[in-house]
Structures are given as C-alpha cells and as structure tokens.
C-alpha cells in the first residue's frame, strides 16, 4: 500500500531574476506506473529465475529443446541433465529463437588433458545462431587471445583468463543484445555483448563487429537477420553442458 | 606451448576481376601478444577472484577499508565480515577511489518489517559516491519504479523486481564505467551501469544522466570528477551488508 | 573500367612462431559491391541535390507539400518560394512523414525587432512532428541557454550563438536518426541530432531524451512512434522559410 | 534584459495517490548560466567563422601553417591559395595539432583526366594524421566502394557518390571526435567522423576502426595518441586545395 500523501506546498520564487530556476520537489520525479514485474530469483544467482526458460537441466528430455544442425535428433550424450559433445555427431540447436537475452550456462571441458592451443576442450556458444562466443580450455593452455575462452571468436580477446582447471564446471553469464538493421541490409545497431566467466567480466558491453568468422573479415559477411537459436558447438573434443537457462529482455 | 607451424602456400587470385578479394588464411585473423592476463576465480561466481579487492570480510578490520562521512571511524556496526547501518552515525565510504571496476556487494534488508514504500529496509551503493543503486527491500513493497530496489536512484526502474524476503542474503554484481568529460565540464561520455541483482539482470549499461538528485533533474548538477570512493548510505534502516569485493578494470 | 590483375603471389610464412601473422595483400580490403548509387549534388552546399525532396522552392505550390495542424489548407502567407507565420493560423505541417533524413532549412526572422528572449523571431522545427529545433532571433538578444537557436529545446543548448542579424537569411543543416523502440514502448536507441547553423556546428549528434517539453522532464512522456511530419512552429512571430529540402536516409 | 518574475504560486497537489507528480513549472527546465558563446558565422556555410583557424587562405603564406611531411618547407604549388600536389614531394602537414574539430575543406582533380580507379585524381586527408578520408576523382570512374571519395579509406563506403566533374571545386564539410583511451592502450572510444561531400551527407558519425591500412586490419594497428596534424596526401595526382578552415570543440 502505498502512501496517501496530504502535500499542501508554496515553492517560492524570490522575485529576482528569471534565470533562478524554482525549486522543485521530490515527487516530481517520481514515476509510479506501470508497475515493476516480480520476478522470483533463483536461490543462488546460477540458479533459474522464475521467468527463465530452462533449456538443459535435470529435469528436461534433451530433445524437448534441442535438434541437431538439421533438425533432427541432437546426437550428444544426455545424461541426468549434461549434455556432452559426441565427435562428429555436429552442432546442437534450440528449437527455439532469441532475440535479446540474458544468458546462463555451465560447461566443463575434458579432465583428461588431450590436444593444445584451439584443440583442448574447444567448443562454442552461437548466439542467435551466427556470433560466437568461445568456449576452450585455457587453464595453462595458450593461443590466440582472440580465441581464448570468453573470447568473441576472432574479434575480442577476453579481458582475463578466468579459466578453472579440465574437469572443473565452469559458468558464463551472457547478456546479448541482438542488432537491428537498416532498410539496406547493414547494421543499424550491432550486436552487443557482456560476458562474465566465473564471476568475472570478461567482455564488457562489445561491439561485436560481424558474424563469427575463421577465416576472413566479419564485416563483410553481415547480413540482415532475425531471431535466431542457440547453437553449441562440436569442435571434436567432449566438452560437456548443464544449467542452460536464458531470459529474453 | 604453442604450435610451431611450417606454412607455405599459395594464394591463387584468379586473373578475373579485381573485385574478387584473394582469399584470406585462417593465422591472418589471430592475435597472440599480449598474452591475456590470468586470473584465479573464485570457488562460486560469488567469492572473489583473485585480482579483486576486499572491501568488506570476515577476515579484515572493518576500518581498514573504510572511513564515515568525514574521515573518521566508521560508526556502523561490524561483526563477524558483516556491517549493519547504526542509524544516525551517517554513510560509510571507502578509504580507495576507483574509476571503472566490478563490483560484487551482498545486502540484507532487516528481517523485521517496519515501513513501507521508502522507508522499508532504504540504504544505498553511491559509485564514486555520486551516482546511487538504490537497496530497498522491495518484497511485497510497493515505491515508486524508479526508486526501487536495483533502480539508478530516480533515473531508471529496474527491468524486473528480484527482490527477496526481508532477512535473507542479496547480490548485486555491478559493471561500472566512469564517465569522461569534456574540457568545458560536461560529459564526454556518461557514467554507465549494469546491475544483476541475485542473478538477474535489471540494468543493462545504463546511461546515467547524471548525479544521483533526490529533488531536481540530475543533467543540471553534472560536474568534472575523477576517481572516487563507495558510499554506503544511512537512511535510517539497519540494512546490513557482506562481502564486498571490487576489481578494477 | 576496373583493372584486371593477374595476382600470382606467395605468402611465405617463416616457420618459427605461429603468432607472426601471415601478409596480407591490399585486395583482401577492397569491397567492390553493390556499386555507390551516384547522386547530384547541388551548385553550392545550400542547393537541393537530386536525390532530395525540395519541400518548400519557388517553383512548387504551397499546398503542395504542406497543410495546416489539421491537414486543411495552410495558413502562412507565401509568396514567391517564401513562406512567413501568419500569428494566430497555427503550425504547418508536411504531408509526407519521415524517418532518417538530412534536412536543409532557410529561416529568417524579422527585420523589424520587436520582444525579447523567447519573444523575439520565435519558431521552430520539430522533427517527426515532436523534437523541436528552435528558431529563435538570438543576434543580441539573451535567452535561457537551452532554448536559443540551435538547441534542441530544453534539451541541449547550442554549443556556440552563430545567429545572423534580424532580416538575414541563416541556413539550418541538420542531420536526423529517428529512435528506435523496444517491445515495451521504451526508446531502444534515442533520437540523434547534428545541428550545423550557417555553417557552424551547434550540435553534435546529442541524444534526444524524449519529446520536447515547455514543461516537465522529456524522459517521462515517450511513446513509441514510427515516421513522423516536420511541423513549423506558429509563436506569433512572423518568421519565414525558404528552400527546404530533405533527403531520406 | 530578462523579464523579472515574481512567481508566487501554488503547487496543489491532491490527496489523493502519491503517484501523482505535482505540475512543474515551465522555468525548472530552463538554463541561464552560463552564457553561451557567440561566434560570427561566415557569410555562406563555406565562409571560415570566426572562432576558425584558416589553415589555407588567399591572404595566408603557405609555410605559416604548414610543413612537408619531416617539418621542412613544404614542396607542393602554392599560388594565390590554392595549394596542388607536386607529385613526388610527399605529403604536407599542418604545424598545429587538433583533436576534436570541425573542418572544412575545399578540393578539386585535375581538369584532364588520367587514370583510372584509385590513379585517378587521388589524394586524402587524414585526420590526426592516421585516420584517413579519401580524396578521389570519382566522377564516373569506379573503384572498390570503400575507396571512393568520401570514404573512410578501407573502412566506410560513402552512403552516396556525390562528386562533382573534374576541374570543378568540391567540399568536404567534416565532424571529428577523436578517440579516448583505456589505461591498456586500446580504444575507451573509437574515432567519429561525420562527412558531408558538396552538401550531401556521406558518413554519418561513423565509428573509426583503426589507424587507416592500405594493406591488412585497422584494428591491429590501434596505439594512443593524443592530439594529431592534418596531413594531405601525395599520391602522384596534382590535385589542388583551397579555403581550408578548422575549429577546434
């Protein structure tokens, strides 16, 4: 219940000069309607919110949410919630389109340490199906900056390596904002995103400047584009998932 | 160990048209100096890393860190890592000043209902100690939307109310970039905010207008100013606070 | 006639460490397509290009282009390309809406002074119908900073005073991005505004904070709006027009 | 003089919600202090104001203002103010310093036309001395769209072609806000730059990428810098400049 307020006020303006500004009072920045929505948090802040669509967890069959890169059943093992990378089964996908959203998800790369630089425990988060964030095992391992865990993929370098070591879960929170276009097909807005790995910020608000590309220059590649799924990533490691939850904005 | 590679090829550009770009190579996109910075996270995305700064813990002195409003002891209660506001003894501020940083806060509003709107569990995060996140135990409270919990004080409702029960533990996990300023005083570019509130996002890279104003329009206070400390604020209620940690980006 | 080129070249790669970048060739940045649509410009930077909407000419019918407020017949006195404010017959407004434009506008107030501040030579340009430009006869005439000719009124004052004297033409080039809008009815990205007054920049890409308000805060009337008339302002002051002309962005 | 007012009024505000916000008042959202400067604008838009510097004038020596490109007397043809490349001499550059600024400049390729592409009447200008806007005959001559004239050389297609024949004076009207600076040496934000070619809108405050690269990424180049001189280009073609005017935001 919100107050009932009895104001009964003289704002007073000496009669100098018009340039005074009158004073004002604090209800007049007050804005009341509409309402804030509630949102239930989750216990901790990994946990789902109540308005969260929960794509991988216990709870879930796999293939409520997921098809393979062409539609059909995603081929990765599914076990008690994880979802695990099987090599060459390809790419996992939502049903499902986003367009902005905050992001949560927990991968954990190999415990047995196989492969170095881009071929330890490589995967990938798509965003809206086309822009990458990198998921990799950096924990005593180099390459790239740009291609590091928390990477945009061949754009940002993550700000640190906030990597745990193989076999550990690890968490990104993801806060995307989709482009928008122009009439001609270019970006009016670009794809912005924030990333924090572990706890800790690893891209701040980026511009992403293209689709993720391996080999060439992102700008040259945009296209005008929609909603879009998620898409992980089979890279060939057994990089595994769990506790994918995400909120459109 | 990064991998020694012996390349050797050929770049055929047909002899068409110029406007065929020659292809590129996948190395030609790849940065690898500087080496990006490692840091240790911590165990949760809610303990600190090891780059961060404790501001608030169980492990050290409450005045280590922080002053009261005028330099002195601070007069809040601390026991234990946990700090309650003791009403009347007035803000506490950090001995630092920081310009951008992440921040990591945990509040608790007083278990114990008294008031309503504003005057239910009010205190306060002023970052550089100008610009206010509002704390508000919002549970099953009803302000005013731009004065809520997790509100830029008076200039942005948050996207959601996340609150939770009176008595029981809150986070805030805040991205903060300090503004620049122009040689004439005004802005160059806004102080930006993000803010997660247990696990939700409810600011995202906010543009601040300007200095937190209880009565009046912010862009008319605006003033050059460098780094500057975190205030917490008295307004009356015994909110208490714990681990505080910041790392400055 | 594009040069044909026989590229025939090797990268060679030393065979030491993978972070040395291969070579690049100058083509691999050269973007051929789609080919610049050509436009004609005009004699002088004042004259319509081809590509422009001529929206007030001596050689086009007043009623052509313009209605009054109420989409009747518009009361201004025109003669020979000129339009002047009748006081008392309203606003006149385009018939035709726009979103993204570069605008050119004459205006010129009256010879003859008559009032001060805000009652001197007084109009205005308010694009898509709600963010006013401000006409104003500022040449030796003091007024509140952010309500002279060239602010965005009560919004941002120019950055500097470029009037010309009562009774001289003064040009207007301004530069317009329409906001875009979130789901919920909020700004997704707020209007921007270039103002260059006779030549001198007086704003520099400022964002809009919401419609123009004579009194209150911006922030708190936005609603979401697609394209939108330029609407000339009637404040009693016969201030007159010439040589409009817009070009849709 | 300003109207003296003696504002003596009543704010009723109802018993009713406190959601209500009380009226203002039209002068809360009025700004007096501190004046705003005034400038004399030139007589047309191409004039030089008077807060300009004249870099390239009638009136002016050529060596008052410029230098060759190692700081000796500069090699190109100077006469009555207009300066032509001679090729071979290199670039000239001007002996002050700028960062943020509005320019004008006025260009003009050789009547006789040779070459074609990027041979044909090229210079460019580059803007703190490392980002260029191209200067080209493209008067019915085509290249690589993000080399034309009034371009951001490699980095931004000009929205259209607008050049005038050769022999004929051309304008470029440009808007710089250099960039600031992270305490890592990377972009806090990039370069803008707003380009108007004869009139006709071509960049519209678009982000820099990087230091201008005839071969390879902008963005790999990126090393602060602080304030910057203009350069003109010697790129074999003897185009010729004129009414060069600067004023520094």
Redesign the interface.
């Known amino acids: 219940?919100?107050?009932?307020?009895?104001?009964?006020?003289?704002?007073?303006?000496v009669?100098?000069?018009?340039?005074e500004?009158?004073?004002?009072?604090?209800?007049?920045?007050?804005?009341?309607?509409?309402?804030?929505?509630?949102?239930?948090?989750?216990e901790?802040?990994?946990?789902a919110?109540s308005?969260a669509i929960v794509l991988l967890g216990a709870d879930k069959a796999f293939d409520n949410e997921w098809t393979n890169g062409n539609g059909g059943e995603p081929g990765w093992n599914f076990d008690n919630g994880v979802a695990t990378v099987k090599s060459g089964t390809g790419t996992i996908k939502t049903k499902r389109e986003f367009k902005d959203f905050?992001l949560?998800v927990e991968w954990r790369s190999p415990e047995e340490v196989v492969g170095?630089?881009q071929g330890r425990g490589n995967s990938g988060i798509f965003l809206q199906g086309i822009y990458e964030v990198q998921v990799l095992d950096n924990y005593n391992n180099?390459?790239?900056?740009?291609?590091?865990a928390g990477s945009v993929y061949?754009q940002h370098?993550?700000?640190?390596?906030?990597?745990?070591a193989p076999g550990v879960w690890q968490?990104y929170?993801i806060?995307y904002?989709a482009p928008?276009f122009k009439a001609d097909g270019t970006y009016?807005?670009h794809p912005?995103v924030?990333v924090?790995?572990?706890?800790?910020?690893v891209q701040?608000?980026v511009e992403v400047?293209g689709p993720t590309?391996?080999?060439?220059?992102p700008e040259?590649s945009v296209k005008p584009h929609g909603d879009g799924p998620l898409i992980l990533q089979d890279h060939g490691n057994p990089v595994s998932f769990r506790n994918i939850w995400i909120?459109e904005?």
Chains 1, 2, 3, 4 share one sequence.
């Open positions: 219940m919100r107050k009932l307020v009895s104001l009964f006020f003289i704002v007073l303006c009669t100098a000069f018009a340039q500004r009158p004073n004002m009072v604090p209800e007049m920045t007050e804005i009341w309607d509409p309402e804030v929505s509630v949102v239930d948090p989750g901790t802040p990994m946990d919110p308005d905050q949560h170095e630089s180099r390459t790239y900056r740009n291609g590091q061949k370098a993550p700000l640190v390596n906030a990597c745990k968490t929170d806060i904002t928008r009016f807005t912005r924030t924090i790995h572990n706890g800790v910020l701040n608000n400047r590309e391996y080999i060439g220059i040259y909120r904005l």
